[in-house]
């Protein structure tokens, strides 16, 4: 099993004030018990990267990279897919629709993932099935 994993998730694992750290966390643990492929892309990365810098401090992103990353399967994402990314920003006319999503969107289309370890609303919108749910409004 393979499941997606959003910076949201990331942030709300790594910030133990975060309203939603409990339940990311025994979502967490459910994954890790079932020896589920934790997956994501270097955009999910590096946007993680520069929210937990300027919310938590270098600290956390230090336990992120050394704690986290490792055990993830990072894709980088590609030419074709950031353009349709690009395309599908675009067309949808959101503001609140990230980029970042949207590669999310499409890596997971791409491989066929069903899942998402994530809080953003936009992927269940998207049709996909977010752990843990229900995801914040």
């Known amino acids: 099993m393979t499941i997606f994993v959003d910076t949201s998730a990331f942030h709300a694992f790594v910030d133990e ?12 643990d459910s994954l890790w018990q079932a020896g589920a492929t934790l997956l994501t892309t270097n955009y999910v990365v590096t946007e993680t990267i520069a ?23 990072v894709e980088w994402v590609e030419p074709e897919s950031h353009e349709a990314a690009t395309e599908a920003l675009l067309a949808a006319n959101r503001r609140d629709l990230s980029l970042v999503d949207c590669i999310s969107f499409v890596t997971m289309r791409r ?17 996909f099935e977010c752990l843990p749910a229900p995801v914040r409004p």
């Open 51 to 73: 929210l937990m810098q300027n919310r938590l401090g270098l600290a956390a992103v230090r336990a992120f990279v050394d704690g986290m990353i490792p055990v993830l399967r």
């Open 17 to 28: 004030d975060d309203a939603d750290h409990e339940a990311v966390s025994r979502a967490w």
């Open 111 to 127: 491989l066929g993932l069903k899942q998402a370890w994530t809080l953003d609303p936009h992927f269940s919108e998207q049709g």
